[in-house]
């Protein structure tokens, strides 16, 4: 049996010469070309860690996104869990790693050491809320640093709620 024969008014099909490079085929040749193909994604299972994996997934694509030194209340969840799992966090320096895997570490970091100096600082004297403010240098985690006096009252609240989080964690890990 002989191959199919084109019809005698048909136009005879070009002969492509074989080359080093790939073959390319004349537009009249009027062939369609095959898109290529779809990669393929490997379907998720269920699992129990699923949700937890799907946060991280999420966490992980915004931590390079956002890399601001505010912290959310996410980052201040993580940071509560982790001293009620019982890490300690008492190193005199803060580890630039660890700061830029729980960024509320540096604001941790910065209550405990005004809340340390307060207690070890010998008072003689009666305390005057007018005299300790104007003596204590204001660190970079207190509220003299981490509300402006344009700031949005949305954000001031959010920032001082944030803030006496932290003083709470403080104070419970000192005690």
Not at 16 to 22: G, I
Not at 35 to 41: A, M, Q, T
Not at 92 to 97: A, L, Y
Not at 122 to 140: E, N, Q
Request: net charge neutral; aromatic share 6%.
């Amino acid at each position: 049996m002989s191959p199919p024969q084109p019809p005698p008014s048909a136009p005879p099909l070009p002969q492509l010469e074989p080359s080093d490079h790939s073959p390319q085929l004349p537009l009249s040749a009027g062939l369609m070309l095959m898109p290529p193909p779809v990669p393929l994604y490997k379907h998720p299972s269920w699992s129990p860690d699923i949700f937890r994996d799907e946060a991280w997934l999420r966490r992980k694509g915004n931590s390079k996104k956002r890399r601001s030194k505010s912290v959310t209340d996410e980052d201040l969840d993580e940071l509560k869990a982790c001293i009620e799992l019982g890490f300690g966090f008492d190193s005199p320096e803060v580890d630039p790693r660890l700061s830029e895997t729980f960024p509320a570490l540096g604001l941790y970091y910065a209550v405990n050491k005004s809340y340390n100096d307060a207690i070890s600082k010998p008072s003689t004297s009666p305390p005057s809320v007018l005299s300790d403010c104007d003596s204590i240098p204001s660190p970079v985690g207190s509220p003299h640093a981490i509300v402006g006096p344009g700031d949005n009252p949305r954000t001031v609240k959010t920032r001082l709620r944030q803030w006496a989080q932290v003083v709470a964690c403080s104070v419970r890990q000192n005690s």
